[in-house]
């Protein structure tokens, strides 16, 4: 993919997405306020169907566009948030989408109750992934297969499959940002350590990294 080019990044939307799990990334693609210069991310919005969701903190969203109409291409960025819905026969579409996606190189990133849905998808059978517990995912997905892949981590990254636990919002953000490329090294990481330290000499450094 050229360096310049353009790309588009699809947040999936679903009724009860974890607002807190996909807050860090999603304000930063699109406000651009740290980004590099030298991309251009559009951040869109996906569903379903175009009717409006709700989120888990009572937010509604209307997709701008229905996934199964979207022409992905490669470098895009597909992001896949937590949910409660997931199993719901809607959804299926999306899913079902993934290997596909990724073997065109389309980056897909998914947090949470996304990286159970995907374990049933077998997705997971052949790639390096993480999710909330290994066991609990056991549990839930008779059809998963990935075991001696699954890593007992925030964040797990293989090729272009993110994939991240619940509770790392924030190291799934930094992952993602590093993979597209939208925010400099210099720059993602003292963003990274201002958010997870709470040290204001980050800001400082966060700053500079910008001039």
């Known amino acids: 993919m050229n360096k310049d ?3 588009n990044c699809w947040l999936y939307v679903l009724n009860t997405l974890a607002d807190w ?3 860090y990334l999603t304000a930063e693609l699109n406000s651009g306020r740290y980004l590099s210069r030298e991309r251009s991310i559009v951040l869109k919005t996906a569903g379903s169907s175009l009717d409006a969701v709700v989120t888990m903190g009572g937010l509604k969203i209307s997709p701008d566009e229905m996934i199964s109409n979207i022409d992905f291409k490669e470098g895009d ?4 948030p937590g949910g409660d819905t997931w199993m719901e026969a809607g959804n299926q579409k999306v ?6 996606l990724l073997e065109k190189g389309v ?3 998914a947090i949470c109750g996304a990286t159970i849905a995907l374990a049933q998808t077998g997705v997971f059978d052949d ?3 993480t999710s909330n517990d290994k066991g609990y995912l056991k549990m839930v997905c008779p059809e ?3 075991e001696a892949l699954y890593k007992e981590q925030p964040v797990a990254v293989d090729g272009n ?3 991240a636990t619940g509770i790392a919002p924030l190291e799934f953000a930094r992952e993602v940002l590093r993979k597209t490329g939208a925010m400099k090294e210099e720059t993602l990481e003292p963003w990274y350590q201002l958010y997870r330290t709470k040290e204001a000499k980050y800001f400082f450094s966060l700053m500079e990294s910008l001039s």
């Open 21 to 23: 799990e996909v807050g």
């Open 127 to 129: 790639k390096e992934h």
């Open 77 to 80: 960025l597909l992001i896949l």
């Open 95 to 100: 899913l079902s989408m993934v290997p596909g």
């Open 107 to 109: 980056i897909v990133a």
């Open 144 to 146: 998963y297969k990935g």
């Open 5 to 7: 080019q353009n790309r």
């Open 161 to 163: 499959l993110i994939t």
